[in-house]
């Protein structure tokens, strides 16, 4: 009756008033609403072959989006949706499994056909069997360098697990993240499973090694709650409204990462310009044994390699114009047909462009210019964080002679009192553009500080001397900043990194590496929210590190700190001083 009356109002709507304009009206903001499904659900010995899911709705609903509509478990061929009136028909193009239970999950790929008001989430379940399997999985997938949920990311299942399983065979059950990385594989069996995450961007429902992220447990999980109607998280739900979407509780957390490409080559190399080059591998960790350029001696090369070691930059120091080709020679561990790692010697050659050639032609003739006589040098430092990081300075270029003697740093007092004070001068060991500068004095409140840096007191490879710098700064006002402790306890002889960031994880504002239990001072805190993130880190390198599937390996483990209410979100205000204790065995448990 209500399909019956709906339908006259429409027809009786357009064919009265014909000539006269459109008078408007309030915007349709209603989805349609399912008022028949044929099979029923829950539907058993559904035929294997030419068998055809019906949806009817009461409004004219078109499919949005058709990679939305997720069939489990997966076949090659994804099943086939035309509208047909108000119905929505699902057909098959590959054979169905005898005696198992499959899922259409349409998410959000239906809507109506007038406003585009997407449809309610609606799971149509049927077996081809006698049986209808009725347990469940739920949980999130979130980023594992992050913590950031992943969004239509693929949740597989696997019965039988092998190294590539996940690569090769299509799985027993799969489900789909939301915009909050939440999912639920729904009507499965009472079994042990192998569980993944993929974020599947050639959406085959296979993992892409090298191209995805991928994610898995350690261990199988058996699914041990029978469905029913009035489990919270298998309710439809409104991807914006926060707090009901965070009410949902998963009964299982897997992070993905991106592995590191495994075979080892050299991946590219070229020029940045006349005297630097670079050359790229295709995995990190590279095994160099030797580098070498034609009639360049080894003295007059400086090297630097990428924190993941899978590149290096070069310089050439020599005080003559190099040539526009180098012709060089690499020695490195590289991968042979076998799989295995073995002793390489390749020729390869870099050549700068047209443009760069001329470029370093001019540079060459301007030479008495100021402009082409002076090096960058960029002083940072961040007045919160001056007393645990220091001062850098930083380079575009290396540095290849220097005189520290002539840096100076100024300390005032608060009776306007000038002194100079001892420093520390050491280059950063993961970059050699990089200089550390440190106070051997503790900086006191109220202090003010002027670092001097005259000219020439750096030349870099090309033979520029810096221009005179000056930098002053002071530690913060506390009168308005707040601070945080953490006591931290559980380390267990770990090693563990503690940051404070924003409630993004975006940005971080302190950072400790954690050797043994202690208390952990984040002070000059401005207003605002902030989170606690942690990480074990189990090689000890102070960076995160990914994982590697077929070695069964995760990687390294990141957790936010929850407040008792389950928030991640720490709101810190009004000259607070805030206390926080946290026990690792309890957050990594």
């Known amino acids: 009756m209500i399909v019956a009356t709906a339908l006259c109002c429409a027809l009786s709507h357009s064919c009265a008033n014909t000539k006269a304009s459109p008078t408007g009206g309030p915007k349709d903001t209603i989805p349609p609403v399912i008022v028949g499904v044929k099979p029923v659900w829950g539907d058993t010995m559904f035929p294997l072959t030419d068998g055809k899911v019906s949806v009817k709705f009461n409004e004219y609903t078109v499919v949005k989006d058709q990679a939305a509509i997720l069939l489990s478990p997966p076949h090659k061929k994804k099943p086939k949706t035309k509208v047909k009136g108000k119905e929505i028909v699902v057909t098959f193009q590959d054979t169905l499994k005898p005696n198992t239970t499959y899922t259409i999950d349409f998410g959000q790929g239906l809507a109506d056909n007038n406003e585009g008001n997407i449809a309610p989430k609606f799971v149509y379940a049927f077996s081809t069997g006698d049986t209808l399997d009725s347990m469940y999985i739920c949980g999130t997938v979130v980023d594992a360098e992050n913590l950031t949920p992943v969004k239509k990311a693929i949740v597989s299942l696997y019965s039988q697990r092998r190294d590539s399983s996940v690569m090769l065979d299509l799985p027993d059950a799969i489900g789909r993240t939301d915009d909050w990385g939440f999912f639920s594989i729904r009507n499965i069996k009472a079994q042990p499973y192998w569980i993944f995450a993929c974020t599947d961007e050639s959406n085959d429902y296979l993992y892409q090694i090298g191209e995805e992220k991928i994610g898995f447990r350690d261990t199988t999980i058996t699914p041990m709650t029978v469905m029913r109607d009035s489990i919270y998280e298998l309710l439809s739900f409104n991807m914006k409204d926060t707090l009901e979407c965070l009410a949902r509780q998963g009964q299982v957390e897997l992070a993905v990462f991106k592995e590191f490409q495994s075979k080892q080559y050299i991946k590219d190399k070229g020029r940045k310009n006349d005297r630097q080059g670079y050359v790229t591998f295709s995995a990190p960790k590279v095994e160099l044994s030797s580098f070498q350029i034609l009639g360049v001696d080894s003295s007059e090369i400086i090297m630097q390699y990428s924190p993941q070691r899978d590149s290096f930059d070069f310089w050439l120091t020599s005080k003559y114009p190099p040539e526009d080709s180098l012709f060089m020679t690499v020695s490195y561990m590289k991968t042979d047909s076998t799989g295995k790692l073995a ?13 760069m050639a001329a470029k370093a032609k001019t540079d060459e003739a301007k030479k008495t210019a100021e402009a082409d006589t002076l090096t960058d040098l960029k002083i940072n430092l961040t007045e919160a964080n001056v ?51 440190q106070n051997t004095e503790e900086y006191k409140p109220g202090y003010k500080y002027e670092l001097i840096i005259p000219e020439a007191t750096f030349w870099d490879v090309y033979h520029r001397k810096n221009k005179a710098a000056k930098k002053e700064f002071q530690l913060p006002n506390t009168e308005n900043l707040n601070t945080l402790t953490v006591n931290l306890s559980g380390t267990n002889g770990k090693r563990f990194l503690i940051e404070l960031t924003d409630d993004g994880c975006k940005k971080v504002f302190r950072k400790y590496e954690v050797l043994k239990d202690g208390i952990y001072y984040f002070p000059y805190i401005q207003d605002g929210k902030y ?30 700190y929850k407040l008792p209410d389950g928030t991640t979100k720490i709101e810190i205000k009004e000259q607070m001083e805030l206390i926080q204790d946290i026990d690792l065995t309890t957050l990594f448990d």
């Open 343 to 355: 002793l390489t010697t390749e020729n390869i050659s870099a050549a700068i462009s047209k443009e």
């Open 387 to 437: 007393e645990q990081d220091g001062i850098s300075l930083e380079f575009t270029v290396p540095i290849v002679e220097m005189t520290l003697d002539s840096i100076v740093l100024l300390t005032t007092n608060t009776r306007n009192q000038t002194d100079t004070t001892q420093i520390t001068f050491v280059q950063d060991t993961t970059s050699i553009l990089r200089y550390l500068l």
């Open 531 to 560: 989170s606690i993130r942690l990480t074990e880190d189990s090689n000890n390198n102070g960076l995160f590190d990914t994982g590697d599937l077929l070695k069964w390996k995760q990687a390294e483990r990141m957790k936010l």
